[in-house]
């Protein structure tokens, strides 16, 4: 079921595939962040790297009672503070998610699945 955001002129839908990849578009910009990794798979220890194609199957979007809750799956570079990363990702998807998707975000829920270097 789309979320409604309303604006002056009407109402407009917005799928959760669509907050999905405005989500990881978002958190890609971040400094330290290597990539989003699917969160469902795990091959023998080691977490996926997604393409850019594919950036929706690293984050999950969930309605709660007390609003919307966004998990993200990211593998980060090697050598970099995680929790500056974190923190880092966790701001850009909010600020993005409101300004460009008019949408108020409560929870960036941050899942490190692994550290890759250069």
């Known amino acids: 079921m789309p979320i409604q955001v309303a604006l ?6 917005v799928t959760d ?21 699917s969160r469902k798979q795990f091959k023998d220890g080691i977490a996926e790297l997604l393409g850019r194609e594919n950036l929706r ?11 919307l809750h966004i998990d993200l799956y990211i593998i980060v570079s090697y ?12 701001n850009r998807v909010k600020y ?3 300004e460009i998707g008019g949408l108020h975000v409560d929870y960036v829920n941050i899942i490190v699945q692994g550290v890759r270097g250069d």
């Open 57 to 67: 199957r690293g984050v999950e979007v969930r309605r709660e009672t007390d609003g």
């Open 96 to 98: 993005v998610l409101g």
């Open 17 to 37: 595939e669509v907050v999905a990849v405005l989500a990881g578009h978002a958190a890609l910009d971040c400094y330290g962040l290597v990539g989003m990794s």
């Open 8 to 13: 002056e002129k009407g109402k407009v839908n």
């Open 79 to 90: 050598g970099t503070k995680i929790s500056e990363v974190a923190h880092n990702v966790q």
